[in-house]
């Protein structure tokens, strides 16, 4: 089983693109911080994935700053440019859950179904 769940903030604002088949896909930088306490706190950076409709709806409302739970499976990449060796870490979302104060909490899912969930 391949499931993950962190809470952090946007890094910057998501993006939307389209992939060569014409599906949209949504990309935001993720960090999570292990401790609350700025000063002391070390960030982890991930990517967020969101695919297909979802993608389209979230996008706008995926902004710097905004506090997330998130649901999805973890997805880990090795790939090489030029001489150097990366590995890529990202998280395909199957749910989200908005946790800032400026905005009404609710949650996302694949489903649908369900109360307080937004069906994308």
């Known amino acids: 089983m391949n499931n993950i769940v962190i809470s952090g903030n946007i890094v910057k604002d998501a993006v939307l693109r389209s992939t060569a088949t014409g599906k949209q896909v949504c990309d935001v930088r993720?960090?999570?911080r292990e401790d609350r306490k700025p000063d002391t706190a070390e960030s982890t950076?991930?990517?967020l994935t969101i695919w297909g409709e979802r993608a389209e709806k979230l996008t706008p409302h995926l902004t710097k700053g905004k506090s997330l739970?998130?649901?999805g499976r973890l997805e880990v990449r090795d790939t090489t440019k030029g001489d150097k060796k990366y590995r890529d870490v990202k998280v395909v979302v199957n749910e989200i859950?908005?946790?800032s104060?400026?905005?009404?909490s609710a949650t996302?899912?694949?489903s649908g179904e369900g109360e307080g969930k937004i069906p994308f």
């Open 108 to 110: 996302v899912d694949n």
């Open 97 to 99: 859950e908005f946790l």
């Open 45 to 47: 950076f991930v990517d």
């Open 69 to 71: 739970l998130v649901n």
């Open 30 to 32: 993720f960090a999570i």
């Open 101 to 104: 104060k400026k905005e009404k």
